[in-house]
């Protein structure tokens, strides 16, 4: 018997249909070094700030952003939505770093220190999910 996650469905096949999503063959070795390289970018970040706290975000940002939120949300809200929820912040900051306007700030210091225990929290809280989710 195969085990299925149903938490979420819907909002995942959604996303498949529409190609906004791609199915891919599990992988945990590859899943382990993707959490290996996010963690390694929050230590780079922590190294960083003070010097470059654009570069250091965008680092926090892309350990954070290993998976879609609308999936993780979908399919983990409740229980677990909330650890991954800084996201929604920390997305359209990063945005705004990466391509500068003047009408919209861009990320400091403080931002940094705000994202980095986010993204820690995120990156954790996939880690634990890696055993306990069966392949979609």
């Known amino acids: 018997m ?9 909002t995942v096949d959604d996303l498949l249909a ?3 999503l791609t199915q891919v ?12 390289q996010a963690r390694a970018h929050l230590t780079s970040a922590t190294t960083v700030v003070d ?3 654009a570069g250091a975000f965008t680092l926090v940002y892309d350990a954070a ?6 999936v ?6 409740p229980p677990l939505g909330t650890a991954f929820r800084p996201f929604t912040w920390m997305r359209p900051l990063r ?4 391509y500068p306007a003047p009408e ?3 990320a400091q210091i403080d931002d940094v220190h705000e994202a980095l225990p986010a993204a820690a929290g995120m990156i954790d809280a996939a880690a634990k999910l890696l055993d306990q989710m069966p392949a979609y």
Do not use: F, M, S
Request: hydrophobic share 35%; net charge negative.
């Open 18 to 20: 529409r190609g906004r």
């Open 65 to 70: 952003h290993a998976v879609l939120l609308d």
């Open 25 to 36: 063959t599990p992988n945990r070795d590859l899943a382990d070094t993707l959490l290996t």
């Open 2 to 10: 195969i085990l299925r996650w149903q938490q979420g469905r819907d």
């Open 104 to 106: 919209h700030p861009t």
């Open 95 to 98: 945005n705004h770093t990466q």
């Open 51 to 53: 010097a470059d706290p």
């Open 72 to 77: 993780v949300i979908a399919q983990l809200d």
